[in-house]
């Protein structure tokens, strides 16, 4: 579904992300970790298009897409969720899903999509008329992912879900993503939390200053001794 090939990215000439590659299959669920600074982030960013790519190729459904501007990124299937969720916080919860479905023309179809995303957290369908900046961090993560789904992704984007939440939370917010993968959405999930991601993963990268250092399936990177030694403390 997508490919990713030796992709480099910088910022005002500081080298961001120098060789990066990797794969999604259809129906995985594949993360991408590795401590802050070493380009989760601007991996992601560059897939959804708000990052130019100085070199590499970026394919998704068998086209090439890294000329393609952000905007038009969304109605062929890819959907990022930012860090830091970033929703319209004067705005109420359901408004924030609506506009999610942007691209989307048919009305009547987008009322059901709201009404799914209400199936996957009841909470967001109890505070529906509830201002999104006064509803706890958890809470609007839970938002931001829904309002990811409203545009009907064959892919989706999350940058660091886990960031800023409570731990309760962080535990449901994983298992959702892992719900809405069984029901056929793929996704690249970026986590600073290695434990977490390739505890549901596929398939796992481990970034490092800018390059991919390490690949596997989640369960085999998870039980790695050298990750456990560098990434997990033990």
Known sequence: MLEVRNLKVSYDGVLAISDVSLKVGKGKL???????????????????????????????QGAAIDKVPAHRRVPMGLSLVPEGRRLFARLTVERNLELGAYTRDDRAEVAASVEHIYSLFPILKERRRQLAGTMSGGEQQMLAIGRGMMSK???????????????????KVLDTIKMVNQQGVSVL?????????????????????GRIVMEGAGQELLHNEDIKKAYLGL
């Open 30 to 60: 594949v993360a991408l970790v590795g401590g802050n600074g070493n380009g989760k982030s601007t991996t992601l960013r560059a897939i959804a298009g708000l990052n130019a790519c100085e070199a590499g190729q970026i394919h998704f």
């Open 153 to 171: 992704p064959t892919l989706l984007l999350l940058d660091e879900p886990s960031w800023g939440i409570a731990p309760k939370f962080v535990t």
């Open 189 to 209: 999930l970026v986590e600073q939390s290695l434990h977490k991601a390739l505890a549901i993963a596929d398939y796992g990268y481990v970034i490092q200053t």
